[in-house]
């Protein structure tokens, strides 16, 4: 059993692989928090409460939701898009939701713009420049999505959530597996069930830049 | 998933059932054929439902190569041809693999390593090809001879490494191979490697599953990295700014990229336990002497064990079937009760000797050797003499025939 444990950061100038860690993917009906694998109802409640804490809660999209490549597509992205608006509904004043695709997985020279998009090879800017202390990946394939989220945990304070199609995300803090419309809209039906009970951060992310 | 499950139960053109690939290869009743291990390698292509088989003449991977062209002829096949050269054909499968085909190809010795810049680039890009290696020699002076040195080169390509003793676990593996390289969080290569002439070339009983099952197509919708977008990496290589730029960003996302790789290989494990039964198999392993090989190794160490018996020496032993993932726990659980590990190669630098000594406290109780190679046998008599010799037994010369 590892000790090892899946936290904010930022963790290392190059952190390891958390599956090189010893931390294993959950199973079909489990999730996992911090690389402990646990029944899949307590990951919406923390999720729900991640969200609610963050100053800038934000849900990355990727290719998979953004376009209607497939009904099943099509259904996740208008899913995707009422869990924001409960989001945003729910939080109190002063956070900041945010809605920030992952259009493609190009890299973007000379500079991404950060205000508008996030990108699998340097997410560490859009994090940095929106002050981003809890997001979410959704729709994002499953290597660029381990990419980011590993870059993120180096260089950011940003809690990370994946709620993945395939078999969940070790990289992540807390990863849903087999996502699906019902498991978008369940996760909003948390954060409306918590709402009012979670009290926000005062501070925004870290980044390695600042410490 | 869906779209997997969709096809189980139906037909496809040779009238084959796309049956749930568990129940196939459990369940299904088996029928014993005497075949050869190219013949093997034929019948699991024939029950894979393969999209593209491409590959380039070398000894002894040439007859499988040809039968499956057969296989082709008669339909089994998607696509089938040969390469230019085996860096060609590495390239070839590379391309069939991003365009989202289920891909198969069979190499050895010098052609493994002339095509040795592609298996890196398989992992990297997350293609789930999966390569047969009848391993050979590769040096100079030449040697068409059975020579397990070329698995050492695969070791640290991010590339799934199998080692297969028989014919029946080269056509169980190829099956399983499959399963286990196209889950959607491994999505690797698969070198699954065998001692060529020895498996290749020996006639054997295998057990097959019935002709008339095949496997669920590849559903390439499941991969981690898009199919054949051209302008993403992995696809886009070479213009890419991420690839050309000098500074920390590009430098950090080759980094975060290749510790994907191998965190894919750690994420295998579980499904290569589950498929294979386990990394590893042990008999007797509480017993003082323990050997410990891959490959034909194993079968000659088996019967060295059978030989000792015979003379009051109990020993263990350890089939490593997978490298890569490395068994590196199972090693060393099964290994505590040893004060001697000897370790059997046919190759001359011991590199599977190398790898567990890197993994068990202790590891001046590994003895590495006996090596042979360059396509000599290892006759289960010179296991036998290097293990009494270790003990301080007295030991005859296998050596002086003739006087």
Same mark, same amino acid.
């Given at each position: 059993?590892?000790?090892?444990?899946?936290?904010?950061?930022?963790?290392?100038?190059?952190?390891?692989?958390?599956?090189?860690?010893?931390?294993?993917?959950?199973?079909?009906?489990?999730?996992?928090?911090?690389?402990?694998?646990?029944?899949?109802?307590?990951?919406?409640?923390?999720?729900?409460?991640?969200?609610?804490?963050?100053?800038?809660?934000?849900?990355?999209?990727?290719?998979?939701?953004?376009?209607?490549?497939?009904?099943?597509?099509?259904?996740?992205?208008?899913?995707?898009?009422?869990?924001?608006?409960?989001?945003?509904?729910?939080?109190?004043?002063?956070?900041?939701?945010?809605?920030?695709?992952?259009?493609?997985?190009?890299?973007?020279?000379?500079?991404?713009?950060?205000?508008?998009?996030?990108?699998?090879?340097?997410?560490?800017?859009?994090?940095?420049?929106?002050?981003?202390?809890?997001?979410?990946?959704?729709?994002?394939?499953?290597?660029?999505?381990?990419?980011?989220?590993?870059?993120?945990?180096?260089?950011?304070?940003?809690?990370?959530?994946?709620?993945?199609?395939?078999?969940?995300?070790?990289?992540?803090?807390?990863?849903?597996?087999?996502?699906?419309?019902?498991?978008?809209?369940?996760?909003?039906?948390?954060?409306?069930?918590?709402?009012?009970?979670?009290?926000?951060?005062?501070?925004?992310?870290?980044?390695?830049?600042?410490? | 998933?869906?779209?997997?499950?969709?096809?189980?139960?139906?037909?496809?053109?040779?009238?084959?059932?796309?049956?749930?690939?568990?129940?196939?290869?459990?369940?299904?009743?088996?029928?014993?054929?005497?075949?050869?291990?190219?013949?093997?390698?034929?019948?699991?292509?024939?029950?894979?439902?393969?999209?593209?088989?491409?590959?380039?003449?070398?000894?002894?991977?040439?007859?499988?190569?040809?039968?499956?062209?057969?296989?082709?002829?008669?339909?089994?096949?998607?696509?089938?041809?040969?390469?230019?050269?085996?860096?060609?054909?590495?390239?070839?499968?590379?391309?069939?693999?991003?365009?989202?085909?289920?891909?198969?190809?069979?190499?050895?010795?010098?052609?493994?390593?002339?095509?040795?810049?592609?298996?890196?680039?398989?992992?990297?890009?997350?293609?789930?090809?999966?390569?047969?290696?009848?391993?050979?020699?590769?040096?100079?002076?030449?040697?068409?001879?059975?020579?397990?040195?070329?698995?050492?080169?695969?070791?640290?390509?991010?590339?799934?490494?199998?080692?297969?003793?028989?014919?029946?676990?080269?056509?169980?593996?190829?099956?399983?191979?499959?399963?286990?390289?196209?889950?959607?969080?491994?999505?690797?290569?698969?070198?699954?490697?065998?001692?060529?002439?020895?498996?290749?070339?020996?006639?054997?009983?295998?057990?097959?599953?019935?002709?008339?099952?095949?496997?669920?197509?590849?559903?390439?919708?499941?991969?981690?990295?898009?199919?054949?977008?051209?302008?993403?990496?992995?696809?886009?290589?070479?213009?890419?700014?991420?690839?050309?730029?000098?500074?920390?960003?590009?430098?950090?996302?080759?980094?975060?990229?290749?510790? %994907? *790789?191998? $965190?894919? +290989?750690?994420? @295998?494990?579980?499904?290569?336990?589950?498929?294979?039964?386990?990394?590893?198999? #042990?008999?007797?392993?509480?017993?003082?002497?323990?050997?410990?090989?891959?490959?034909?190794?194993?079968?000659?160490?088996?019967?060295?064990?059978?030989?000792?018996?015979?003379?009051?020496?109990?020993?263990?032993?350890?089939?490593?079937?997978?490298?890569?993932?490395?068994?590196?726990?199972?090693?060393?659980?099964?290994?505590?009760?040893?004060?001697?590990?000897?370790?059997?190669?046919?190759?001359?630098?011991?590199?599977?000797?190398? %790898? *567990?000594? $890197?993994? +068990?406290?202790? @590891?001046?109780?590994?003895?590495?050797?006996?090596?042979?190679?360059?396509?000599? #046998?290892?006759?289960?008599?010179?296991?036998?003499?290097?293990?009494?010799?270790?003990?301080?037994?007295?030991?005859?010369?296998?050596?002086?025939?003739?006087?």
């Amino acid at each position: 059993m590892t000790q090892y444990r899946v936290l904010p950061g930022p963790e290392h100038f190059l952190p390891p692989a958390a599956a090189s860690m010893g931390i294993y993917l959950p199973n079909p009906g489990e999730a996992h928090i911090n690389g402990v694998i646990v029944p899949e109802e307590k990951a919406y409640e923390e999720a729900a409460r991640q969200f609610l804490m963050a100053q800038v809660p934000t849900i990355f999209p990727g290719p998979l939701v953004l376009w209607a490549w497939n009904e099943k597509a099509a259904k996740k992205a208008a899913a995707v898009r009422k869990l924001y608006e409960i989001l945003k509904e729910c939080v109190q004043p002063g956070q900041k939701p945010m809605l920030i695709p992952m259009p493609d997985y190009r890299p973007k020279y000379p500079k991404i713009n950060p205000e508008v998009e996030i990108n699998p090879n340097h997410p560490n800017l859009t994090i940095w420049h929106n002050k981003i202390d809890c997001c979410m990946f959704i729709g994002v394939h499953c290597h660029q999505a381990n990419l980011s989220l590993k870059i993120i945990r180096g260089g950011t304070s940003c809690y990370t959530v994946a709620m993945c199609a395939q078999a969940g995300h070790e990289d992540a803090m807390l990863s849903f597996r087999d996502a699906s419309v019902e498991k978008i809209l369940k996760l909003g039906e948390w954060i409306r069930k918590l709402k009012g009970t979670v009290k926000p951060r005062l501070t925004t992310a870290k980044t390695s830049a600042s410490n | 998933m869906a779209e997997i499950k969709s096809h189980i139960g139906t037909q496809n053109k040779k009238g084959q059932t796309y049956t749930d690939a568990w129940k196939m290869m459990h369940e299904a009743p088996r029928n014993p054929s005497f075949y050869t291990g190219s013949e093997v390698i034929k019948e699991a292509l024939r029950r894979a439902s393969c999209d593209v088989m491409i590959a380039y003449p070398i000894t002894p991977q040439s007859e499988a190569a040809a039968l499956i062209g057969e296989l082709f002829a008669e339909g089994y096949i998607g696509d089938y041809f040969r390469g230019e050269s085996e860096f060609a054909v590495m390239s070839q499968c590379a391309g069939a693999a991003f365009g989202g085909a289920r891909v198969f190809t069979t190499t050895a010795g010098p052609g493994t390593m002339r095509a040795m810049e592609n298996f890196p680039m398989w992992a990297g890009a997350r293609l789930p090809i999966q390569m047969i290696v009848t391993c050979r020699g590769i040096n100079s002076p030449l040697s068409i001879q059975p020579d397990t040195i070329e698995i050492s080169y695969l070791l640290n390509t991010g590339m799934l490494v199998w080692h297969a003793e028989t014919a029946q676990d080269f056509f169980d593996w190829i099956l399983k191979g499959f399963m286990v390289s196209e889950e959607p969080e491994v999505h690797l290569p698969l070198a699954l490697c065998c001692d060529g002439f020895f498996v290749t070339h020996t006639k054997d009983v295998v057990n097959l599953t019935p002709a008339d099952m095949c496997l669920p197509p590849y559903d390439p919708y499941r991969s981690p990295v898009p199919c054949m977008d051209m302008e993403c990496p992995p696809v886009r290589m070479m213009r890419d700014p991420f690839i050309m730029k000098s500074n920390y960003i590009s430098y950090a996302t080759h980094a975060s990229w290749q510790q %994907e *790789i191998w $965190a894919a +290989i750690e994420r @295998s494990r579980k499904h290569t336990i589950k498929w294979i039964n386990g990394l590893i198999d #042990t008999e007797n392993t509480d017993a003082e002497v323990v050997i410990v090989a891959s490959g034909t190794a194993v079968s000659q160490g088996r019967e060295a064990i059978r030989l000792l018996e015979d003379e009051g020496v109990r020993c263990g032993l350890v089939k490593v079937k997978s490298l890569r993932p490395w068994p590196g726990e199972e090693i060393r659980e099964a290994t505590k009760n040893a004060k001697h590990i000897f370790v059997p190669e046919f190759n001359v630098t011991g590199w599977l000797a190398k %790898e *567990i000594k $890197a993994t +068990i406290p202790n @590891s001046e109780r590994v003895h590495a050797g006996p090596h042979v190679c360059g396509g000599m #046998t290892m006759p289960p008599e010179i296991i036998v003499s290097e293990i009494k010799t270790a003990l301080g037994l007295r030991s005859e010369s296998l050596a002086g025939r003739g006087s």
